[in-house]
């Protein structure tokens, strides 16, 4: 065994930390917190712990992507709900939003292991309670992060579809042809994952300066050169463009646009057995990547409303994303607004790149407790690359094969990859809940380095509120009256993949998968 390295004061710094913080370790072990708190929930440290907090912070920052999320998106919102319900819901979104992670980030400080939230449950929950919520959220988790992949790649491939359309008149919009776009990029992201895992912290800090030198080159095009609407306009005009008679339940029904934008501050958990000081990490990335996002993605949204010209044109627009058709007719250069939406593109991919990483961590952590099928192969971490390779490779299967569903029917494709959304706000919920019982009940919680103290339970209770809407709306078609193929079968997804879980858990999983809390108790 090699000796422990010792860090300077730079070194520290360098990683987010103080040279009075934790004793370092080693690169691998991390500080003596960090070897405290995988011992003492029984897990191996498998790992490099090569994250500092500027670079997770880049990581967690460019997964959420919360203003190139609403530009890729906003089309949906503006529908229902117009410029003023999206304005008035985003800030709703971000205030409510920011309490789930705050919620989220005291949990990640009492127990930062790579499973999230399937972990906490099983430590949080009710004893009778714990093996079962576990592995339901864990097979929840597990649905929502693989199809996060999958979405991130179709955006990104898609949105080139769009430029080629804004460029080349001749071009004929084949469903194939961004299939095949989103197969080349998932390879791609399959690439950085595998073969240059060790330098992704790297690549995430200089994505960070992406994400925010690229959201200055679009913001002021915009300011400079595109048009001004009416201030009473934006801010008052509700749209009810889905046909529900009722102003107020058609915004409600566009809060998928920004809590879709909002979701993943969870996907530095996930990574934080590779974080070093991880339990006091966490907390202050999954607080401040909540601000700065948020903030981010309130002046873009509010400058777009504004820039937007004449709504049914740019929502008619044959590249398919209105942002693109809203940079042509500010800059009046295809030029121009090309480079500008490849700023998008660099960062859907980007996006692509942090989901895999985070997808196939979550896969590795649920196998590794044994609730999934194949478990040992999925659980296994190669000595080469020292990450979980197999988990890797199953998330690139499972993202070509989605991908194949957009040669069928778009529609199909977005709405079964819109479970994610649903997926991810159930796992939130869930744990969230157990916490409040726990404190509702006067039990004892976990230390940590982050507590919400008195604030706790209201906090907590605002966000099961948020979240109980938030979810139901998520399964809300886009109209009121919709037809097969506008229909938000996602429900019907969900409900699915439920009922796989729940005929795995049966037949097998319930024989087999204890919870991560039994391992925890065993190492005491």
């Not at 590249?319 to 660099?346: D, E, H, R």
């Amino acid at each position: 065994m090699s000796k422990p390295t010792e860090l300077t004061t730079l070194d520290h710094e360098a990683y987010g930390e103080s040279a009075s913080d934790e004793v370092v370790l080693g690169e691998k072990q991390g500080t003596s917190k960090d070897v405290e708190d995988m011992r003492r929930m029984g897990k191996e440290q498998l790992f490099k712990r090569n994250f500092g907090f500027l670079s997770i912070f880049g990581f967690a920052m460019i997964l959420m992507n919360t203003w190139q999320a609403l530009l890729g998106t906003v089309a949906f919102g503006l529908g229902n709900g117009g410029t003023a319900g999206l304005i008035y819901l985003y800030i709703i979104v971000v205030v409510f939003f920011f309490f789930v992670n705050i919620s989220m980030a005291e949990m990640a400080s009492m127990a930062p292991t790579a499973g999230g939230q399937y972990h906490w449950i099983s430590e949080f929950a009710p004893r009778s309670q714990q093996k079962l919520l576990s592995f339901v959220v864990g097979w929840l988790c597990t649905l929502g992060w693989q199809s996060g992949v999958s979405i991130g790649c179709f955006l990104a491939a898609t949105e080139i579809q769009g430029l080629i359309v804004l460029n080349h008149d001749s071009y004929v919009y084949e469903r194939w042809h961004g299939t095949l776009l989103t197969i080349a990029i998932v390879l791609f992201v399959a690439f950085f994952n595998t073969f240059l895992a060790k330098h992704l912290p790297l690549v995430e800090g200089l994505v960070l300066c992406l994400h925010i030198g690229g959201f200055v080159c679009i913001l002021v095009p915009l300011w400079v050169l595109g048009p001004r609407g009416n201030s009473h306009e934006i801010w008052t005009a509700f749209e009810d463009g889905g046909g529900w008679n009722s102003a107020g339940l058609a915004t409600l029904v566009g809060i998928v646009t920004p809590a879709a934008a909002f979701l993943g501050a969870d996907a530095a958990v996930h990574m934080a057995e590779e974080l070093r000081n991880a339990s006091k990490t966490l907390p202050k990335v999954m607080m401040w990547t909540s601000i700065v996002n948020g903030a981010l993605g309130f002046v873009m949204l509010v400058t777009f409303c504004y820039t937007l010209g004449d709504l049914d044109s740019v929502l008619g627009t044959p590249t398919g994303y209105p942002f693109i058709q809203v940079f042509y007719n500010a800059t009046g250069s295809k030029g121009g607004a090309t480079a500008m939406s490849c700023i998008l593109v660099i960062s859907a991919i980007a996006n692509g790149m942090t989901n895999m990483a985070t997808a196939s961590r979550q896969l590795f952590a649920f196998a590794r407790d044994k609730g999934l099928p194949f478990h040992t192969w999925f659980a296994k971490v190669g000595t080469r690359f020292e990450i979980p390779l197999n988990a890797v490779y199953f998330t690139v299967a499972f993202s070509v094969l989605f991908s194949l569903v957009n040669i069928g029917s778009t529609v199909a494709f977005n709405q079964i990859l819109s479970l994610g959304l649903a997926a991810l706000l159930s796992s939130y919920l869930i744990s969230i809940v157990c916490v409040a019982l726990r404190r509702i009940r006067n039990q004892p919680l976990l230390d940590r380095a982050f507590n919400l103290g008195r604030l706790g339970l209201p906090v907590n209770l605002a966000s099961i509120a948020f979240l109980l809407l938030a979810l139901v709306m998520s399964f809300f078609p886009g109209a009121a009256n919709p037809t097969t193929e506008t229909m938000n079968w996602s429900c019907l997804a969900y409900g699915g993949t439920l009922l796989i879980g729940a005929f795995y858990y049966v037949f097998w999983a319930r024989h087999h998968y204890v919870g991560p809390v039994e391992y925890v108790r065993k190492s005491a």
